[in-house]
């Protein structure tokens, strides 16, 4: 798991983003997400779960059944753009991401609900409370911030690479599928654990099996990922930052950074866990999380 902690932390590089991807929200058009929902008190605001890159809906199922017995809120755990079910683009942007999940909520008569995000998705659910903050009860950001200042850059051009040279099998066995294509990857891969994570992303297709995550999108939107848009937006609301106390992704120096976009924020590490603490400790994740939404 360590291995795959450090390679992950690769998935976030320091950028000087402009204005424009923030600028550029009023061209977007959004696209319905794909969801997972599991019904609670409609007088209570909804929890929403914004997957990582490379992650899914499915991977929070359990954190979702969880925060619901816990919390008797309706959890709803999206797909994102090129992910998962959802529509796949050739754009994958932070603002597209926000309005794309704004849109979606829209849909279900939802104005009022409680974020939750990680990694990429907590960079989406971020930038959407600081461009609605009127919509949004709580927010939970896991293990990301606003602000990049690392200077160890690692590429991930090789996961990226692994996935496309995958040449999926026919007529076979999901099971099958999912072992030829984790052996197929672990010629770019060592990690055990990452090789298993990428291979959730495995769908069928009429003819086969294929990538349910865009590979050439995320891509060439890279750049745009590993940012975040710059923008003087302040969000005010209740927000609470969970790191893994294995993790590098939010050390102590950018906490000033952070609380100068969320004034009211509170951070909080877990202890063994990394990026991914959500898997590594989910009875404390949960806890911490449902402590907050409860408050």
Known sequence: MLLY????????????VSKRMFCAVKNITP????????????????????????????????????????????????????????????????????????FTL???NLNKYSLLGHSMGGRTVMLLALMYPELIEKLVVAD??????SPQLRSIDKIFK?????????????????????????????SEDLKAFLATNITPMADGYSWAINVAALKENYEEIAGFPKIDNQFHGPTLFIAGDLSDFIPLDEHDGIYKIFPNASITYINDAG????????????????????S
């Open 275 to 294: 990026h991914w603490l959500h898997a590594d400790n989910p009875k404390e994740f949960v806890r911490v999380t449902t402590e907050f939404l409860n």
């Open 162 to 190: 692994a996935m496309e040279k995958v040449e999926f099998p026919k007529k076979v066995t999901r099971a099958a599928c999912r072992r030829m294509v984790i052996e197929q990857l672990g010629r770019y891969i060592d």
């Open 5 to 16: 902690i450090k390679l992950a932390r690769s998935l976030i590089i320091p950028l000087n």
């Open 106 to 108: 829209t849909q279900l």
């Open 31 to 102: 696209i319905s997400l794909a969801y997972n929902k599991i019904d609670g008190d409609p007088s209570l605001a909804p929890v929403i779960i914004a997957h990582g890159l490379f992650g899914n809906k499915t991977n929070w199922a359990t954190i979702a059944k969880n925060l619901n017995e816990n919390t008797k809120r309706t959890t709803i755990a999206v797909d994102l753009r090129n992910h998962g079910d959802s529509e796949h683009s050739s754009e994958h942007t932070y603002p597209h991401m926000a309005e794309d999940l704004r």
């Open 144 to 149: 990301i911030s606003p602000v990049t200042v």
